[in-house]
């Protein structure tokens, strides 16, 4: 831990020393420049829509300055956002511990307590972000700049907006006093977009005793997919996603000079062998989840023909068109197959020599049921080269997936339901993938929610250029977040 006195005080307080005045917030330097926002005074838990637009306002101020923290991964910094979130909770009640994996990393662990009748309920967010290019974006991305109804910047959506969400659920229950059934594991971890080893994968080697006993578990991979006119075709929760297995292909030859061509360039054999694979599709297998999936999108199709192949996958499987149709989409593509994208290549810096070896990068992504062993012998047969050898990168882990027939799922379902009689609540799984996993692992039913109403377009911020979530998502994506808490865990 660096000793800058804000990481001082906060070493005494996770120390549990004598309790000190609630220091200012922290900013992205180690003086303090942000001015805590105006809290929301509540007597009972908010009846209105002015009292909504207030706790959205408070939000949002929240949100600018948690974007502010630069918590671009790598390096991460995320001890700085670690420092402030603490201090957000400390004048809420909520005191944390902060953990210094290594060295300006952090996980920040916080746990309200309910009376114990019902198992905690976990909040999981990360603190990092993905690097953003300031020349693409038409603001600065670590403004955290308010304008024109929006909150812009890196991590309005992934997922500081989200992790806000959060927190002002949290904040809610404590200022009106709501009694709760279920502790509430508030838990901001480092390193998600990059993963080093010292976030989520870290609080649950290390420190499992401080989730183990949780039986439900929030974080980001929901969609709830709205128009342009915001209305809401969608609730989408993530119950399971796509597991990674990532690949190296190496291939070996005789070193020499570019003006002599070898018969063993391991150049040339490493692009025959990508070529092979490039080419190869892989089978389409139909997941219990993706069929529940696309049959629930059956109600959104117009198109008759289409409605059809929704409503029934397996049969569309068997007809060309709708193959057509299915794998010309990215995303359905992407949920019935193992899916291979060649990302990286490596030969020789230099132009005249031949290198002794030849390197590829392959992202693998395997459907849950999925064997890896299988698939990597299915690959190299594929090759059907000696030259060349594949490796997994890492570690790779069995897709899983966690259960709809529970009551945080319900709590759910109730709160789409109290905003739309009509609303589908429907289970989209996950191509990519998030720190779940690490929990599911761990028996901990994990659900992909994001509360904020999005149209595609608005979603494109993610990882992309002016990411923004607008107040008015923020509003409603609170006031959700809440509803889902409350539901699950008050008395
Ligand atoms: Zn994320």
Redesign the pocket.
């Known amino acids: 831990m660096r000793f800058t006195p804000s990481s001082l005080l906060l070493a005494l307080a996770v120390a549990g020393c004598a309790r000190t005045p609630a220091p200012p917030l922290v900013g992205p330097s180690s003086a303090p420049v942000f001015e805590p926002p105006q809290r929301v005074a509540l007597v009972t838990a908010p009846r209105g829509d002015a009292e909504w637009r207030a706790l959205g306002s408070e939000a949002a101020q929240l949100l600018s300055q948690y974007i502010r923290i630069n918590t671009t991964n790598p390096p991460g910094n995320e001890m700085r956002a670690a420092q402030w979130l603490a201090a957000v909770l400390r004048r809420e009640g909520v005191e944390s511990q902060v953990y210094e994996p290594a060295p300006g990393k952090a996980n920040l662990y916080a746990r309200v307590r309910g009376d114990g009748s019902a198992r905690p309920l976990i909040l999981l967010s990360?603190m990092d972000v993905v690097l953003a290019s300031p020349e693409y974006w038409s603001i600065d991305p670590f403004s955290g700049a308010i304008k024109d109804g929006y909150v812009w910047g890196r991590g309005a959506l992934?997922?500081k907006g989200e992790a806000i969400t959060q927190l002002m659920a949290l904040a809610v229950l404590q200022r009106a006093h709501v009694p709760l059934k279920r502790d509430i594991i508030f838990l901001a971890t480092s390193d998600?977009?990059i993963g080093q080893g010292v976030g989520a994968g870290w609080v649950t080697a290390q420190h499992a005793e401080l989730v183990r006993d949780a039986e439900f578990l929030i974080t980001?991979g929901g969609t709830i997919r709205a128009d342009a006119d915001g209305h809401i075709a969608y609730y989408g929760v993530a119950t399971t996603e796509k597991s990674p297995f990532w690949l190296d292909m190496v291939a070996h030859g005789t070193a020499g000079h570019g003006s002599r061509p070898t018969p063993d360039n391991p150049v040339h054999h490493l692009v025959h062998a990508l070529d092979r694979v490039a080419s190869y599709r892989t089978p389409l297998v139909l997941t219990s989840a993706v069929e529940r999936y696309l049959r629930d999108l059956a109600r959104l199709e117009a198109d008759s023909t289409r409605r059809a192949w929704f409503a029934n996958p397996g049969a569309a499987l068997h007809d060309s068109e709708a193959v057509r149709f299915f794998t010309g989409d990215l995303t359905y593509n992407a949920l019935l197959r193992n899916t291979i994208s060649i990302t990286g290549l490596a030969g020789s810096d230099k132009t005249n020599v031949i290198p002794p070896v030849a390197r590829a990068a392959i992202d693998v992504r395997l459907l849950p049921g999925q064997a890896p062993q299988a698939f990597l012998a299915d690959l190299v047969r594929v090759v059907d080269d000696t030259a060349i050898t594949i490796q997994p990168q890492g570690p790779n882990w069995p897709s899983t997936e966690s259960p709809v027939e529970t009551e945080l799922f319900r709590a759910v379902v109730r709160a789409a339901r109290a905003r739309d009689a009509n609303a589908l609540v429907t289970t989209p799984p996950l191509a990519g993938f998030?720190d779940s996993h690490f929990f599911r692992t761990l028996g901990i039913a994990s659900y992909g929610l994001s509360p904020f109403p999005l149209a595609v377009a608005d979603a494109r911020g993610v990882h992309g250029n002016d990411e923004r979530v607008s107040i008015a998502a923020l509003t409603f994506g609170v006031h959700f977040m809440y509803d889902v808490v409350a539901g699950v865990a008050a008395r």
């Open positions: 990360h992934d997922m998600e977009e980001e998030t």
